[in-house]
């Protein structure tokens, strides 16, 4: 894992601020985007397939959109026990982004193994005492990733929502792959966010591996977006990472939904327009979007193991 390059990215959701997190840099911009921010080619050199997305726009951004629906519909979650830890510790990377890089008090964050039915490696919540969701809700929505999707990641990191908690944080959501975490205010943890996260993780471990690379950063991966010259997202089509990411949601949709993809959009005939992204992503790391069986330890971002005290 450590010659991968992180790659740290935020996910825009409604009305809110997004972080755009910089691991190597250890910097980060503040930018506030609307829900769909499209790119505009003048201002925007990342903007792939020259700003052109699929239309009509896969509803499956927002909480409570289409696709977070049929997420929760048909995604079962997966059952769960946790456990409290009570040595004083924290994960140093809990610590590290949430502390030292997000300015989150040590001492209010409470840190649990959640262990799924279908993995045996526990992962690791390190909730701030201002979350407005319970470990238990918590666990739920993460449980519902399938499990092999999920082994993409080994720790959660979730803080408060309002401003007031943390003036000093103005994040809402951002996967940090090469350390196998996902980070957000409570808020922003809901089903299709986490799709899109994960998206990241997998993007960078379970597309790419041993690689040191992320497979968006592939010809491969260039060539399926420039043969169908429309990106899935309008958010997708800022950069080729955030496509990536999108496309996970459109794959996990195509595997779960009654009639698939096609089907979620009433047919429309423009869903070919997506074609090869589609068939792209499938063949690297479609196994890891269907349902079902164990986390594979071979795979599974490991659980951290470097501590550091918390109290
Ligand atoms: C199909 O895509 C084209 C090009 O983006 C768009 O103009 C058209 O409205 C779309 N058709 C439908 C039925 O959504
Ligand atoms: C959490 O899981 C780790 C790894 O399996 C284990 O060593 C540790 O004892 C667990 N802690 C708690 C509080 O369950
Ligand atoms: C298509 O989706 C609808 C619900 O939106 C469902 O009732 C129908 O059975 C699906 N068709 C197929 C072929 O699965």
């Not at 008090?105 to 409470?110: E, H, L, Q, R």
């Not at 959640?114 to 238990?136: E, L, M, N, W």
């Not at 082994?151 to 943390?166: E, H, M, R």
Request: hydrophobic share 40%; proline share 5%.
């Amino acid at each position: 894992m450590a010659i991968l390059k992180s790659i740290i990215v935020a996910l825009a959701a409604a009305s809110a601020p997004i972080t755009v997190l910089g691991f190597q840099l250890q910097s980060r911009a503040v930018v506030n985007m609307d829900p769909y921010p499209f790119c505009n080619v003048a201002t925007n050199a990342n903007c792939i397939a020259g700003g052109k997305y699929l239309i009509p726009i896969l509803e499956f951004s927002s909480e409570g959109g289409a696709g977070d629906v049929a997420y929760n519909t048909y995604l079962p979650t997966s059952a769960w026990t946790f456990s409290k830890w009570t040595n004083g510790m924290m994960p140093e990377r809990c610590y590290y982004w949430g502390v030292t890089a997000d300015k989150w008090k040590a001492t209010d964050f409470i840190i649990y193994n959640v262990t799924y039915s279908d993995c045996a490696t526990p992962f690791v919540v390190c909730r701030h005492q201002k979350s407005t969701k319970s470990i238990g809700q918590l666990a739920t929505i993460i449980g519902r990733l399938p499990v092999k999707m999920r082994q993409a990641t080994s720790i959660y990191l979730v803080y408060g929502d309002q401003n007031s908690d943390n003036p000093n944080y103005g994040g809402y959501m951002a996967t940090l792959a090469g350390d196998g975490i996902i980070i957000g205010r409570s808020v922003a943890y809901f089903s299709t966010s986490l799709v899109h996260e994960t998206g990241h993780a997998i993007d960078s471990t379970l597309a790419s591996p041993g690689s040191g690379k992320s497979f968006s950063s592939t010809t491969a991966w260039a060539n399926a977006v420039k043969a169908d010259g429309f990106a899935v997202s309008a958010y997708g089509a800022g950069s080729y990472v955030e496509d990536f990411a999108e496309t996970t949601r459109a794959v996990l949709l195509d595997t779960i939904y009654p009639g698939g993809l096609s089907n979620f959009t009433q047919k429309n005939p423009n869903i070919t327009q997506i074609t090869n992204q589609l068939k792209a992503y499938k063949t690297v790391a479609g196994a890891y979007l269907t349902l079902g069986g164990k986390c594979d330890l071979a795979k599974k971002f490991p659980f951290p193991t470097e501590l550091v005290k918390r109290v």
